[in-house]
Each structure stands twice: as C-alpha cells, then as structure tokens.
C-alpha cells in the first residue's frame, strides 16, 4: 500500500448483479482475506465510459481486513470480477475499537 501508513482497510468495489456482489464478499471471506464484507444496493451510478456517459444499477461490497492482505484481496477481485475495469477502491480505517480491529486480524489469519 503507498501513502498511508494504515494497519486496517476498508476496500470496495461495484458490480452490476446482486448475485456476484454476494459471491465476491463470500469468495473473500472464505479465502481469509477479508474479515467481513457488506453488500449494499441497488443504487444508480453514473459514469464516463467509451467516450460518453453511462447509468447503471450496481451493487456495493464493502470488505474490511488488515493492510497486509490488500494485495491478495485485489487480486482476487480482478481475477473473479466481470467488468473489465473493476473498482477496487481502499481507504484507511485509521481508528476503531480495539475489539473490533483484533477481530478483523484474527478471522484473516489461518
């Protein structure tokens, strides 16, 4: 990860179907590199694509993890993702419960 010194992620992405949102979050948790994911939708995003713009209904998967495992997570996302360009967006979680975060470590550890 460059410029952030975060331990924590919050990682998204936007796909147009309910049902890969679902497989996503579930593909991610199973494989340990996400704690938890949340899927949220539908809602309407609007963007530039081919020289014009473009509105479509998607779904959002938030993925919360350590910094350490971005690189994995993001892999996955681009190999099991159908757009061809995926968002896959992190943001640092720079505070939470201590609970909470010793929680994300310990279900993404084998």
Known sequence: MTGSSADYLQVQTTTDSRPEAMELARAAVESRLA???????PMTTTYWWDDGVERAEEW??????PADRYEELAALLTERHSYDEPEI????????????????TEETRA
Do not use: D, E, N
């Not at 959002?60 to 993890?65: H, I, N, R, S, T």
């Not at 943001?91 to 010793?102: A, K, N």
């Open 35 to 41: 704690a938890g994911a949340q899927v949220a939708g």
């Open 60 to 65: 959002l998967v938030m993925f919360k993890l």
């Open 89 to 104: 967006v992190a943001l640092p979680i720079l505070r939470g419960s201590p609970g909470y975060l010793g929680w994300i």
